[in-house]
């Protein structure tokens, strides 16, 4: 555990030195952008629409009680949603998709030797190949939880106009209801920690691949996986820190 630690810890120290030329590190940085922002957008929306379409829903009935205030439905439906489900579940959404994406390219360049012939050329490849990815999920990824909390919200406005168990009217006060701008800043830290360490850890075990094409597959596959241990590991700590 410890020597994985310092190679994880060193393998950062190393991607974050002085860049040779900024203009190449730019260039990939902007497509790395493209790629996990852009190439992600859709599986996010769809997800996000969906989640809040269901959690509205579920809410309204377990609380269809005349004791109860149908706004209630919508408070919880927003709180539920910036908390918990479009951050954490868009950054385990973003782990399958972007994390194996990483892992398998980096792998790929290791077992083919195109890693070994960048440090023959004397480029600093942790530098060129992992920190524009890490600096783009840092970028990105809370954009794209920005989107989710959006259409998420959105979706549950959708699922009242269809279900009618709870009006609109209503569902629009409880969204506007004893709002606390803490859930603001515990999405944005979560969606942040999430987006580091889904590029962060798949690059690692991309970066360290050994073997053939299965190896690479499986380096894939145990980025997704120690990524999504993580991510729920690092929403405990910092919902129970910050709330």
């Given at each position: 555990?410890?020597?994985?630690?310092?190679?994880?810890?060193?393998?950062?120290?190393?991607?974050?030195?002085?860049?040779?030329?900024?203009s190449v590190y730019w260039a990939e940085i902007m497509r790395e952008m493209t790629s996990q922002g852009i190439g992600?957008?859709?599986?996010?929306?769809?997800?996000?629409?969906?989640?809040?379409?269901?959690?509205?829903?579920?809410?309204?009935?377990?609380?269809?009680?005349?004791?109860?205030?149908?706004?209630?439905?919508?408070?919880?439906?927003?709180?539920?949603?910036?908390?918990?489900?479009?951050?954490?579940?868009?950054?385990?959404?973003?782990?399958?998709?972007?994390?194996?994406?990483?892992?398998?390219?980096?792998?790929?360049?290791?077992?083919?030797?195109?890693?070994?012939?960048?440090?023959?050329?004397?480029?600093?490849?942790?530098?060129?190949?992992?920190?524009?990815?890490?600096?783009?999920?840092?970028?990105?990824?809370?954009?794209?939880?920005?989107?989710?909390?959006?259409?998420?919200?959105?979706?549950?406005?959708?699922?009242?106009?269809?279900?009618?168990?709870?009006?609109?009217?209503?569902?629009?006060?409880?969204?506007?209801?004893?709002?606390?701008?803490?859930?603001?800043?515990?999405?944005?830290?979560?969606?942040?920690?999430?987006?580091?360490?889904i590029t962060s850890v798949c690059s690692y075990f991309g970066f360290y691949t050994s073997g053939g094409a299965l190896?690479?597959?499986?380096?894939?596959?145990?980025?997704?996986?120690?990524?999504?241990?993580?991510?729920?590991?690092?929403?405990?700590?910092?919902?129970?820190?910050?709330?």
């Amino acid at each position: 555990m410890f020597h994985t630690l310092g190679r994880y810890l060193i393998l950062l120290r190393l991607s974050f030195r002085k860049p040779e030329k900024f203009s190449v590190y730019w260039a990939e940085i902007m497509r790395e952008m493209t790629s996990q922002g852009i190439g992600s957008l859709g599986i996010i929306c769809i997800i996000s629409v969906f989640i809040g379409a269901v959690a509205t829903i579920q809410v309204a009935f377990q609380l269809s009680s005349p004791l109860v205030p149908q706004s209630i439905a919508g408070s919880i439906s927003r709180d539920s949603t910036i908390l918990e489900f479009s951050p954490t579940i868009s950054a385990l959404v973003l782990a399958g998709r972007v994390g194996s994406s990483i892992a398998s390219q980096i792998g790929t360049m290791r077992v083919t030797e195109q890693i070994d012939a960048l440090e023959i050329m004397g480029v600093n490849t942790p530098g060129y190949l992992i920190s524009p990815k890490i600096i783009a999920g840092l970028t990105m990824i809370p954009l794209l939880t920005i989107i989710s909390v959006a259409l998420g919200l959105s979706g549950g406005y959708i699922a009242c106009i269809v279900s009618r168990n709870i009006s609109p009217t209503d569902y629009i006060v409880g969204l506007r209801d004893s709002f606390n701008p803490i859930i603001v800043t515990v999405c944005a830290v979560k969606s942040i920690a999430f987006g580091f360490i889904i590029t962060s850890v798949c690059s690692y075990f991309g970066f360290y691949t050994s073997g053939g094409a299965l190896e690479v597959g499986q380096s894939a596959t145990k980025g997704v996986v120690f990524s999504c241990i993580w991510i729920l590991f690092a929403d405990l700590v910092i919902s129970s820190t910050l709330l």
